[in-house]
């Protein structure tokens, strides 16, 4: 066991014994040049294209005027932070950004996997294949026709209405409103996020099964034992991912679905920033919301991939 | 070492009865699920196929096109931009993904060893990136200015040559694949190359066929990086035709011209008629590749 | 962020016409250039051709829809290539993608090097304001120029003071040729619109006061005008175009419909040089009660806020909606397109309810005779600025002028009684709408850096009603609506942190209390609310724009 000795080397351990180290490293290089020579286009990609821009993350931190630029824009230090932390909303902003995205990680995450193991089942294949064809094709369809449905179907005299011979105002009810949301979005997605799940079942050697029914196993034995450890580690990364993704609830679809009966809920970071900017095109202001749900969401990842390193062995790195 | 195909070997057992209800169930619940998940494009197919003003006066759901006709298709496909539309984005499809699937397979490769140095920190460094970055300003001026990429097609593909999701999602495939199989060809003298060629990816087509689509598809509906480098409505890809012929139809909406009313609506039927043109190529070519991740035809690996 | 336009500016892009009756009727025709250097002190006469040796500029301006449907730049429109015939002077146009000259904008700033014009609305998109784009550098300052060059819009703007003030810096500084909207009839484009066959079968005139108005939407509620036998029918509606961005409750019932009756807006006007905030007067909590009890009663709309554009046409064209608040084209013309031959369908303008029979409207919507779009600037990369200003200059002068607003004489218009008269071409090609016709000519119907000329939209409105609703719409006296203020960017930014906050909170309560979901107390508890959430700084914000307007140097 060695201490970190940078903080990099806290979350990102290169595990090396002190001693040695340059050996180390360059017989690490010679073994395997391939490798880093594969590695290399991809690291300079990222380096010219994603970290070559970053520069621009100062814009937070100033009061950004295009024609000065990046670098000639006064600084105003936490000026732009203050603005957004002293909103009045402030605090309903980050818990409806979060209910929604809670509530999407919880019925939302596991749904495509369900669906990929319930196909995965299916035993006549022409019916499979159509199954998964069919199911992807809402995501295709723009959101914009996807919400005008919505608003279609849950008006007061539309169908769900109808159907059930009631008379509630959906569109109109803060209570309903992340349930709308979040299933309109499984509704559309589910078949398209279960893509991934599905080719990490065709990758699963099928001798394994072969030899699972030779040892008398019903399918549902086959799938605990069998598929889920397979698809696991697929699960695990995307989970983690998503736990990076926890703070970014986009602002495209709920500015169609909502209104102001509906703020109590509806409202989020991205759409209360997109008012905003009606009122003032304000780069840094975007920009210094933007950096605060980073920084949260990488927070969160981080600690997801720890949590997950010990738990589970699988972890991003 | 080498993959075949094996036609493949029923083992039959007796199913209980358990089993036979949630097979039962589970196609039940499936046909239902299609059904629902179905209608959004039934919609839109009827309603690209609609006449406009009945269209408006419609509510609730569609079983049928109203009045049958191609109007809002003539409308679209008449645009003199559509063809080059088409033809940039085929040309940024093709391009684009052989780029992507051939940068992303070297590096989830490379990130999925698991006795390089520095692999954690290269994680690191590019996860990094998927959270911060510097705002549309920076790219604009390094991509369109500095690098000179402006009003090309490059600029479309070249700034997004890797998708961080999709190299993760590879490197996982990658590090799934049994070390024997790797130990086995550096015994026979393969080097990194070979193994990545003859050996990982044809056992992980899966993968590459998910890595196809998503790139490719993410190609084909990309418009935000044409709206901000594109200048030359002759470079235009499709989607971004799509949207100018929507957006103009719509304000067209706007009207005085009583004489024409129907002419007026058509804006909406416009609407569903660019979703089915720029849908219907991925439906045609999907086939091909759903095939290879939907597992039917047993392809694996013999061992040794 | 996205920046699509909001709703106001959506609404003054579509439809509105007609330009420069002032400016035609003003100079005597065929007096040509030599007319407009008498009036101007030192201007030198501009002379056509501009250039002896050829000369291209560049020029960024938006994409109009009408345009892209069946031209790729606006080089192709007929005015632009008949300039470049006079004038010797090319211009390369460059455009956005449609809706997006906001984003463009912002990285054409960034970018360090310029076009030699930018056509764009400095006004209320440009970061900052037009102020602050002249301080950094990016575009000059043209009064010399105007004053030495350009004879025709200097002449404009000496006859027309008022328009001047609105044009200029609050330092008197032009930094843009600009659009102006000449006549009080391109000004209006909103109002109400009723069903009068409605009206005719239940034997009613069209209302005036408020109290009239709740007698005829009961009228329609109860006594089933539709005749089919169900209370179906909508009394009052309307569509909120993107809810929450100031379409949504603000918009609702679209700028001072009913609210202007008690003399007071719904959110920002002045009353002689002081500039008020609707919430905070108690005549805001007796239109609100009155609302609150409308709704009740069902003479409104029930899911009047969750409305979209697509449901609200549904409802209109089922004979759903008896009165709502609509535009001339994308209102009363569309539906009467749509509806044509079907029943007895006829949407009619109405004006603006009063608080007393006979009293004239206090307050309905007018935007300013600049709206700020389509004005043009001189970047500082450009190498040929008194060229550039000449031919700028041109559109205002009479022949500019019919050549901006009607196009090419003998194709797209012709003169009929010394009246330019738009061609059967332009109005009556069987598959391509007017509005697209007379953009191939023209920019007439849009905007541009040129005086609109009215009868351009006395021609576009070809229907009867819509032509009435020219009239009826500016009855209003509109004496307290708000001129196009500018404030500096500490200010903006203060007033957008203060004002997206209280916007939210209006928004709120105004919908709960008038859906009923809260008691009107909650709304008496927002009034009181607001001192703390900072409207004091954000009037005081305003009121120091509006001084700084009413000072500029006329």
């Known amino acids: 066991m060695r201490t970190a000795t940078t903080s990099l080397e806290i979350i990102a351990p290169l595990n090396l014994p002190k001693k040695g180290r340059w050996q180390t490293i360059s017989r690490d290089f010679r073994r395997n040049k391939h490798v880093y020579l594969m590695l290399l286009p991809v690291l300079l990609y990222y380096l010219i294209f994603h970290y070559g821009p970053m520069y621009g993350a100062v814009i937070a931190f100033e009061d950004f005027n295009p024609i000065k630029g990046v670098f000639g824009s006064t600084w105003v230090g936490l000026q732009n932070f203050q603005d957004f932390f002293s909103s009045v909303y402030f605090g309903r902003l980050i818990f409806n950004t979060v209910a929604i995205s809670v509530l999407d990680l919880v019925f939302g995450f596991p749904a495509p996997i369900i669906l990929a193991l319930l196909i995965n089942e299916l035993r006549w294949n022409p019916f499979k294949r159509l199954v998964q064809t069919v199911t992807y094709l809402p995501h295709f369809v723009s959101v914009v026709v996807v919400v005008g449905m919505m608003v279609d179907f849950f008006a007061r005299d539309g169908l769900v209405n109808q159907l059930f011979a009631t008379n509630v105002a959906y569109m109109q009810s803060a209570e309903w409103f992340r349930q709308l949301f979040?299933?309109?979005?499984?509704?559309q997605h589910v078949g398209w996020l279960s893509i991934v799940y599905l080719a990490a079942i065709a990758t699963i050697d099928p001798q394994l099964y072969d030899a699972a029914k030779v040892d008398g196993a019903d399918r549902f034995r086959q799938m605990w034992h069998i598929t889920i450890p397979g698809i696991l580690p697929t699960v695990v990364i995307l989970l983690i991912l998503r736990m990076g993704m926890l703070m970014s609830v986009g602002y495209e679809k709920i500015i169609l679905m909502y209104n102001p009966l509906t703020y109590e809920t509806a409202d989020v970071i991205s759409t209360y920033v997109?008012?905003?900017?009606?009122?003032?095109a304000d780069f840094s202001f975007s920009a210094a919301v933007g950096?605060?749900?980073?920084?949260?969401?990488?927070?969160?990842?981080?600690?997801?991939?720890?949590?997950s390193r010990r738990l589970s062995g699988h972890s991003l790195w | 070492m080498v993959a075949t195909a094996l036609r493949p070997r029923r083992i039959r057992h007796k199913e209980s009865s358990g089993e036979r209800l949630f097979g039962f169930g589970t196609v039940l619940f499936l046909v239902a699920l299609m059904g629902v998940t179905i209608y959004p494009l039934i919609y839109v197919l009827f309603a690209s196929l609609s006449n406009a003003a009945e269209l408006t006066q419609h509510r609730g759901l569609l079983f049928a096109p109203l009045s049958f006709?191609?109007?809002?298709?003539?409308?679209?496909?008449?645009?003199?931009?559509?063809?080059?539309?088409?033809?940039?984005?085929?040309?940024?499809?093709?391009v684009g993904t052989a780029l992507n699937v051939f940068l992303t397979a070297l590096g989830a490769y490379a990130l999925s060893r698991r006795n390089v140095l520095l692999r954690n920190p290269a994680m690191f460094f590019i996860v990094f990136t998927m959270f911060f970055s510097g705002g549309l300003i920076p790219t604009y001026l390094l991509v369109g200015q500095t690098l000179h990429l402006q009003n090309t097609l490059w600029a479309l593909i070249i700034p997004g040559a890797v998708q961080t999701l999709n190299l993760i999602i590879m490197r996982t495939a990658f590090q799934g694949v049994p070390v024997a199989l790797e130990e086995a060809a550096r015994i026979d003298g393969a080097n990194d190359w070979t193994i990545l060629f003859r050996i990982f990816l044809p056992l992980s087509w899966p993968v590459v066929a998910v890595m196809i689509l998503f790139y490719g598809v993410a190609h084909w509906n990309s418009f935000f990086s044409a709206l901000v480098y594109i200048r030359e409505r002759d470079l235009y890809p499709l989607q971004l035709v799509l949207r100018e012929i929507l957006i103009s139809s719509n304000v067209q909406n706007m009207a005085t011209d009583v004489s024409s009313g129907d002419v007026l609506a058509i804006g909406e039927t416009i609407k569903y008629a660019t979703i089915i043109v720029a849908t219907l190529p991925i439906l045609l070519v999907y086939p091909y590749l759903q095939r290879y991740f939907v597992k039917g035809v047993t392809i694996g690996a013999i061992k040794e | 962020m996205d920046r699509r336009l909001d709703r106001r500016e959506f609404l003054r892009v579509m439809g509105i016409s007609a330009g420069a009756a002032a400016l035609a009727a003003c100079a005597p025709s065929g007096a040509g250039p030599a007319a407009s250097a008498a009036a101007g002190a030192s201007a030198e006469p501009l002379t056509l051709p501009i250039v002896s040796a050829p000369l291209s500029l560049s020029y960024w301006c938006p994409m109009s829809s009408n345009v892209a449907a069946t031209m790729k730049t606006f080089g192709e429109i007929g005015a632009y290539k008949e300039l470049e015939k006079r004038t010797g002077i090319h211009l390369s146009f460059q455009h956005p993608p449609l809706n997006q000259e906001v984003e463009q904008f912002n990285l054409l700033s960034a970018s360090g090097t310029y076009p030699d014009v930018v056509e764009f609305n400095w006004l209320s998109n440009a970061p900052g304001g037009p102020a602050r784009f002249l301080r950094d550098g990016m575009i000059i300052r043209l009064n010399d120029h105007i004053d030495k060059y350009a004879p025709n819009v200097k002449k404009v703007l000496a006859d027309h003071p008022e328009w001047r003030k609105q044009i200029i810096t609050d330092e008197g500084d032009i930094y843009a040729f600009p659009f102006i909207r000449s006549d009080v009839k391109l000004l209006v484009s909103t109002g109400l619109a009723m069903r009068q066959d409605w009206l005719d079968k239940l034997g009613l005139k069209a209302p005036t006061t408020l109290d009239e108005w709740r007698t005829v939407l009961k009228a329609f509620k109860e006594r089933d005008p539709n005749g089919n036998g169900k209370s179906d029918e909508i009394p009052l509606s309307t569509w909120a175009s993107s809810p929450g961005s100031g379409g949504g409750s603000r918009g609702a019932f679209s700028r001072y419909s009913f609210i202007g009756a008690w003399g007071i807006g719904q959110d920002w006007y002045q009353e002689k040089g002081a500039v008020k905030y609707g919430p905070l007067q108690p005549e805001f909590r007796e239109f609100l009660t009155m609302m609150v009890a409308w709704y009740k009663e069902g003479l409104i709309d029930a899911d009047v806020f969750a409305t979209t554009q697509n449901t609200f046409d549904a409802k209109v064209t089922n004979n759903l909606v008896g009165a709502a608040s609509m535009q001339g084209g994308n209102g009363i013309g569309k539906y009467a397109g749509l509806m044509a031959g079907k029943g007895t369908f006829k949407l009619v303008p109405v004006q603006q309810p009063t608080l007393k029979a006979g009293e004239r409207p206090l307050l309905g919507g007018r935007d300013n005779n600049y709206p700020g779009q389509g004005a043009a600037a001189i970047t500082s990369s450009n190498k040929r600025v008194v060229e550039t200003v000449k031919m700028l200059d041109y559109a205002y002068?009479?022949?500019?002028?019919?050549?901006?607003?009607?196009?090419?004489?003998?194709?797209?218009?012709?003169?009929?009684?010394?009246?330019?008269?738009?061609?059967?071409l332009v109005m009556r090609d069987p598959q391509i709408p007017s509005a697209q016709m007379i953009s191939r000519f023209a920019r007439g119907n849009f905007n541009g850096p040129f005086v609109q000329d009215v009868r351009y939209i006395t021609q576009y409105y070809e229907l009867p009603e819509q032509k009435k609703a020219l009239d009826v719409w500016t009855l209003p006296v509109n004496d307290k609506l708000l001129p196009p203020i500018t404030v500096t960017q500490d200010e903006s930014k203060k007033f957008a942190t203060t004002m997206s906050d209280i916007n939210t909170r209006f928004d709120e309560v105004f919908t709960?209390?008038?859906?009923?979901?809260?008691?009107?107390?909650?709304?008496?508890?927002?009034?009181?609310?607001?001192?703390?959430?900072?409207?004091?700084?954000?009037?005081?914000?305003?009121?120091?724009?509006?001084?700084?307007?009413?000072?500029?140097?006329?």
Do not use: C, H
């Open chain 2, 69 to 94: 006709t191609f109007e809002a298709y003539r409308r679209v496909l008449e645009n003199p931009l559509i063809l080059t539309g088409y033809r940039n984005t085929l040309f940024i499809v093709i």
């Open chain 1, 274 to 280: 997109f008012r905003r900017g009606i009122l003032q």
């Open chain 1, 291 to 307: 950096l605060f749900n980073s920084a949260i969401n990488f927070a969160l990842l981080i600690g997801a991939n720890r949590i």
């Open chain 3, 512 to 554: 709960r209390v008038w859906s009923g979901k809260a008691p009107i107390d909650e709304w008496d508890g927002f009034v009181k609310a607001l001192p703390g959430m900072g409207i004091n700084d954000a009037i005081k914000i305003q009121q120091t724009a509006l001084d700084r307007y009413n000072k500029r140097p006329g």
């Open chain 1, 182 to 187: 979040v299933g309109s979005g499984i509704w």
């Open chain 3, 397 to 424: 002068s009479p022949e500019g002028s019919l050549l901006f607003n009607f196009g090419i004489e003998g194709t797209s218009y012709t003169m009929v009684n010394g009246s330019p008269t738009y061609t059967d």
